[in-house]
């Protein structure tokens, strides 16, 4: 069983930037593909990042590209999400995402994901 554990959330204006970390444990950390989802209040929990198992492939919707990153550190057991240029709309619960097999296409949709965590609120004030 992988739990996974979110930290860097909190409160931040528009055009900043916050950096989440993701700490996975009790399991094999480079068999995992991993994502970002969020949910906002009312909405659908939607992936804002993912990244393969050796971190070459990665996936970002329209909404984020070219603000958000995502990184993994296969030492450290880490998946970070940088996120820039935060807008009002981006406020919601951010959680963290594994899938077992490692490929992409097993994390980008909420419906494939094997494990989650307990999700960190980012809020960006206008």
């Known amino acids: 069983q992988v739990q996974l554990v979110e930290s860097g959330g909190g409160l931040v204006q528009a055009g900043g930037s916050l950096r989440l970390s993701c700490v996975a444990s009790?399991?094999?950390?480079?068999?995992?593909?991993l994502a970002w989802f969020r949910q906002a209040p009312g909405k659908e929990r939607e992936v804002v990042a993912a990244?393969?198992?050796?971190?070459?492939?990665?996936y970002f919707p329209s909404s984020v590209k070219g603000r958000f990153a995502i990184a993994r550190d296969n030492r450290e057991n880490t998946v970070y999400l940088q996120m820039n240029s935060l807008l009002p709309e981006d406020t919601a619960v951010y959680y963290c995402?594994?899938?077992?097999?490692?490929?992409?296409?097993?994390?980008?949709?909420?419906?494939?994901?094997?494990?989650w965590g307990q999700g960190t609120q980012v809020t960006v004030s206008s």
């Open positions: 995402a594994a899938s077992l097999g490692g490929l992409l296409e097993a994390v980008t949709t909420k419906e494939d994901v094997h494990y």
């Open positions: 990244i393969n198992w050796s971190g070459g492939s990665t």
């Open positions: 009790g399991g094999s950390f480079s068999d995992l593909a």
